[in-house]
T-cell receptor
Framework: NAGVMQNPRHLVRRRGQEARLRCSPV?????VYWYRQLPEEGLKFMVY????????ESGMPKERFSAEFPKEGPSILRIQQVVRGDSAAYFC?????????????FGSGTRLTVV | GESVGLHLPTLSVQEGDNSIINCAYS??????FIWYKQESGKGPQFIID?????DKRQGQRVTVLLNKTVKHLSLQIAATQPGDSAVYFC?????????FGKGNQVVVIP
């Protein structure tokens, strides 16, 4: 029973390019969350999605960032026109419905480096 | 110019000794708390959780204490092992998200 799968593990982008980060949740989990972690800091909430719905995107920058969780396939976090400040580790977590934080499982993250 | 990053609080502990890691949380309405362990290059790994109607919960070699009066959590690790070396985060659950604390680095000295 695979956990949360994120790919790629490492991503290098030049300033101005687009970054696409993928997350496949634990089988049976319908809720996906994205978090960002800067070096030596805790994780910061970005967005919470259910299948085909964005439930809460209050932690995500209004410009350049978008997220989706389609009916089929992985959840995607998309960052357009990346800047150096976007360099961070991005973690995805999934949970069963009505979790309240219980049963959260994190992936190993995608480390984005903008050069 | 070069930016100076924050250094995590670090606890150095001799192998076999007990470790205590502390955390202050902010939201008095939070009712569920979790401790996570994060090793270098990996995602957060669940260690133990506690609900607000409890003040203590024990797992295998770990104990979490909750003091709601002062909004304080602690994680105790018994007989610390080299594999316990990691960064430890507390998190509080609310509003469909987890709010993480700043983290504490534990270094186990063999």
């Amino acid at each position: 029973n695979a956990g949360v799968m994120q790919n790629p593990r490492h991503l290098v982008r030049r300033r101005g390019q687009e970054a696409r980060l993928r997350c496949s949740p634990v089988k049976g989990h319908s809720h996906v969350y994205w978090y960002r972690q800067l070096p030596e800091e805790g994780l910061k909430f970005m967005v919470y999605l259910q299948k085909e719905n964005i439930i809460d995107e209050s932690g995500m920058p209004k410009e350049r960032f978008s997220a989706e969780f389609p009916k089929e396939g992985p959840s995607i976090l998309r960052i357009q026109q990346v800047v150096r400040g976007d360099s961070a580790a991005y973690f995805c977590a999934s949970s069963p419905p009505v979790s309240g934080g219980i049963g959260y499982t994190f992936g190993s993250g995608t480390r984005l480096t903008v050069v | 110019g070069e930016s100076v990053g924050l250094h995590l609080p670090t606890l150095s502990v001799q192998e076999g000794d007990n470790s205590i890691i502390n955390c202050a949380y902010s939201n008095s309405a939070s009712d569920y708390f979790i401790w996570y362990k994060q090793e270098s290059g990996k995602g957060p790994q669940f260690i133990i959780d506690i609900r607000s109607n409890m003040d203590k919960r024990q797992g295998q070699r770990v104990t979490v204490l909750l003091n709601k009066t002062v909004k304080h959590l602690s994680l105790q690790i018994a007989a610390t092992q080299p594999g316990d070396s990691a960064v430890y985060f507390c998190a509080e659950s609310g509003n469909n998200r987890l709010a993480f604390g700043k983290g504490n680095q534990v270094v186990v000295i063999p």
